[in-house]
T-cell receptor, first 113, second 113 residues
Framework: EAGVVQSPRYKIIEKKQPVAFWCNPI?????LYWYLQNLGQGPELLIR????????DSQLPKDRFSAERLKGVDSTLKIQPAELGDSAVYLC???????????FGPGTRLTVT | GENVEQHPSTLSVQEGDSAVIKCTYS??????FPWYKQELGKGPQLIID?????GEKKDQRIAVTLNKTAKHFSLHITETQPEDSAVYFC????????????FGTGTKLQVIP
């Protein structure tokens, strides 16, 4: 069974540029999470989807971050414009139902210069 | 909100020795405590978890203990092997499951052959 797929794996951009990350969850998993992981820290939840509905986006900085999961499967996380402090690893996870075990993807390492 | 503290931040042990990682949490309503292992370039992977109605849980070489009164929980790895080398995260949740998990800051474990 394929795991959570994320792309790109690495991204380097200049500050003020836009960037987008893509996530394909495990087949059949209706719950999808985006996490931010700073160097030397644990993951922090940005947003959680149940199917196509964002049920918890309280930690998403909405002035520059946006996310979508239009058909309840793949999801995209966008930052516009990016700032130096956005350099981090962005992790996607999915689960079967909100009580199910979360399976994490390998993450996208973003470097903003 | 929940705050999870974890120590030590780094831990080196000889192969075959035991390793212990300790965490404390702040929210007395937390009732679910998972532990994750994160290898380089990969996302976190659940290795063991414990719920608040249980004081100890064991799975082969890994065990977790929970002291609700003191609000701390620990991971014990016995007979460590080089492949145990990774970053370990404790986490806490007050939703009874995986919905909103607050992670600790991580412990980098190095097992020396």
């Amino acid at each position: 069974e394929a795991g959570v797929v994320q792309s790109p794996r690495y991204k380097i951009i200049e500050k003020k540029q836009p960037v987008a990350f893509w996530c394909n969850p495990i087949s059949g998993h209706n719950t999808l999470y985006w996490y931010l992981q700073n160097l030397g820290q644990g993951p922090e939840l940005l947003i959680r989807y149940e199917n196509e509905e964002a049920v918890d986006d309280s930690q998403l900085p909405k002035d520059r971050f946006s996310a979508e999961r239009l058909k309840g499967v793949d999801s995209t996380l966008k930052i516009q414009p990016a700032e130096l402090g956005d350099s981090a690893v962005y992790l996607c996870a999915s689960s079967f139902g909100s009580q199910g075990e979360q399976y994490f993807g390998p993450g996208t390492r973003l470097t903003v210069t | 909100g929940e705050n999870v503290e974890q120590h030590p931040s780094t831990l080196s042990v000889q192969e075959g020795d035991s390793a212990v990682i300790k965490c404390t949490y702040s929210d007395s309503a937390s009732n679910y405590f998972p532990w994750y292992k994160q290898e380089l370039g990969k996302g976190p992977q659940l290795i063991i978890d414990i719920r608040s109605n249980v004081g100890e849980k064991k799975d082969q070489r890994i065990a977790v203990t929970l002291n609700k009164t003191a609000k701390h929980f620990s991971l014990h790895i016995t007979e460590t092997q080089p492949e145990d080398s990774a970053v370990y995260f404790c986490a806490a949740s007050n939703s009874g499951g995986y919905q909103k998990v607050t992670f600790g800051t991580g412990t980098k474990l190095q097992v020396i052959p």
